[in-house]
C-alpha cells in the first residue's frame, strides 16, 4: 500500500506547479470575473486533471522508468505503487476533475479539460512518445492548454489572447525539453525512446533549438505588440528572449566534453526561469491593471 507521499509523486507536482500557475495567469488575464470560490474550483480542478495525466503516464510508461536513472525511483517502478492503482487513481481523478469543472464552472473548460488529459495520457504519452522524434513537439500542446483552460473558465470561451499564451509555452516546450535529452541522452537510448539527439543526432538537435529559440522569443513578445501588456513587459520580455537565444546560441557551438553539457545545463535551467518570469509579469501586470481600473 502506498503512502500519501507516493502518490503525491504520480501527480507530477513539479509539473502540476507550472500548470496551476500558467492557469492562473490565464484566469487573471481573462475579460471578466468569476465568484472566488469558483475561481478556486476551476483552478483546483485543473491541477486535479493535471495530476491525473501525470498518474496516467506513469502508469503507461512504467516499463521506460525502470531503465531511466531520472525515473527509476517514481512510486510504481520503485514498487511503491502497482500499475493498477496508479490507472484507477488517474482515471478517477481524471473523470472527476472533468465533471467538477463542467458542473460548477461551465462545460466549455470541462470539455477543455477532458480533451487535455486525453491528449497528453493517450496522444502523447501512448502514441507519439514511443513513435516520434517529434514527440515533444507535438506532445507539449497538452502543457500548453492550462492558461486557455484557465481564460475559459472565466469566459466560457477562447480567444487570441490566451491563444498567445498557449503558444509561448508551446513553442517553448521544445528547447526546453531537447536541452534535458541532450543532458540525458544515454537514458533516453537505454529506454529505447526515440528522442530527437537519439535518433537525428546531437548536432540536429542544436541546430532546432537554435531555431525554436528564435521563433520562441518574437513570440514572447506578442501580449505587448498585441496590446494587452505593457511596455515594460514589452522591454522585459525582449531582454528574456535575447537571453534565451543567446544560450541557445551558446549550446548551438559547444559541442564537445563537459563544456557542451554545462551550456546545454544552462539552457535547462534558464528556459524553467524564462517561462515563470513571462508569466510573473503578466500575473503583476494584470493584478495592477484591476486595482487601478
Known sequence: MGSVGDYVALLKPRVMSLVIFTA????????????????????????????????????????IDRVMSRTAKRPIPAGKVTPEEALAFGMTLSIGSVVILGLLVNWFAGAFLAFTIFFYAVVYTMWLKRSTPQNIVIGGA?????????????????SLESFVLFLIIFMWTPPHFWALALFKKGDYETAGVPMLPVVAGETSTRHQILVYSLLLAPI???????????????????????????????????????????????????????????????????IAGRIMG
Not at 244 to 252: E, I, K, M, N, Q
Open 220 to 286: 514572447g513578445v506578442a501580449p505587448f505588440l498585441l496590446g494587452y501588456a505593457s511596455i515594460a513587459y514589452g522591454v522585459a520580455s525582449a531582454a528574456l528572449g535575447v537571453a534565451f537565444v543567446w544560450l541557445a546560441y551558446d549550446v548551438w557551438r559547444k559541442r564537445d566534453g563537459d563544456v557542451a553539457r554545462k551550456a546545454t545545463l544552462r539552457l535547462f535551467k534558464y528556459s524553467i526561469s524564462y517561462l515563470f518570469l513571462l508569466f510573473a509579469l503578466l500575473f503583476v501586470e494584470s
Open 142 to 158: 497538452a502543457g500548453a492548454f492550462p492558461p486557455m483552460i484557465g481564460w475559459a473558465a472565466v469566459t466560457g470561451d477562447v
Open 24 to 63: 492562473f495567469v490565464g484566469m487573471m488575464l481573462a475579460p471578466g470575473t468569476l465568484h472566488p470560490v469558483l475561481a478556486a474550483v476551476a483552478l483546483l480542478c485543473i491541477a486535479v486533471g493535471a495530476g491525473a495525466s501525470g498518474a496516467l503516464n506513469m502508469w503507461y510508461d512504467a516499463d
